[in-house]
């Protein structure tokens, strides 16, 4: 290989056209390398997203849990909290290309990016409820509280209904 040295100093010229000719091709490395980040990305904000969901989930079983049995206001108020932080981030996780028809392990459908309007009132419609909800619990009373069971679980199946794939309908 060494004995080669010699060739490829006397082949100057041409590896300076194809130096140039490859730089021509820089816009589209970088455009790989995007490519690369965001595909990294991506796992990320869908995990990111559902672990808040959850979160709002399983906070919303303890609420209606509670209400039937020990009524544990502690447990209630901590629930209702969880829900209404989750509900404000969990909103920021939801990056172009993180669809279900991407091929993602993830129940978002493209109607959320073709309708982000109607996505964001859905989302101002369950921080209006879990608002209200923080607002019922602060009352102590539990039949205030279970009053405020319904709103709410209908502000969740409301944006589901429209934005989330439903394997169990
Ligand atoms: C603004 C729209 C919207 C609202 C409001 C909403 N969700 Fe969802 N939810 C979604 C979307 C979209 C998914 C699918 C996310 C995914 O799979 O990436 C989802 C998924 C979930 C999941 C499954 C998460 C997982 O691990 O895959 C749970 C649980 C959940 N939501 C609970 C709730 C509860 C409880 C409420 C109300 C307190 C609620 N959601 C309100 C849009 C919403």
Redesign the pocket.
């Known amino acids: 290989m060494v004995s080669r040295r010699p060739m490829a100093f006397a082949l100057t010229g041409i590896a300076a056209a194809t130096l140039l000719a490859s730089c021509g091709d820089s816009a589209g490395d970088e455009a790989v390398e995007t490519a690369e980040v965001e595909e990294a990305g991506e796992p990320d904000a ?1 995990a990111q ?2 672990e808040l ?2 979160g ?2 399983d906070a ?1 079983t303890v609420i209606r849990e509670q209400l039937e049995g020990d009524g544990d206001i502690e447990a209630i108020t901590a629930a209702a909290n969880t ?1 209404n932080a989750n ?1 404000a981030l969990f ?1 920021d996780h939801f990056p172009e290309g993180t669809s279900m028809s991407s091929g993602a392990d ?4 493209d109607t ?1 990016w073709e309708d982000p309007e109607g ?1 964001a009132a ?2 101002q ?2 921080l209006d409820e ?1 608002a209200k909800m923080v607002e019922a619990v602060g009352t102590g009373d539990l039949e205030v509280i279970g009053a405020q069971v319904m709103p ?2 209908m ?2 199946g ?3 209904d429209t ?2 794939y439903d394997d169990e309908a």
């Open positions: 869908i997203r559902q969901l959850e709002m989930g919303f829900i509900a909103i993830t129940e978002a459908l959320i996505f859905a989302h419609r369950l879990s709410l679980g502000s969740c409301n944006c589901h934005f989330r």
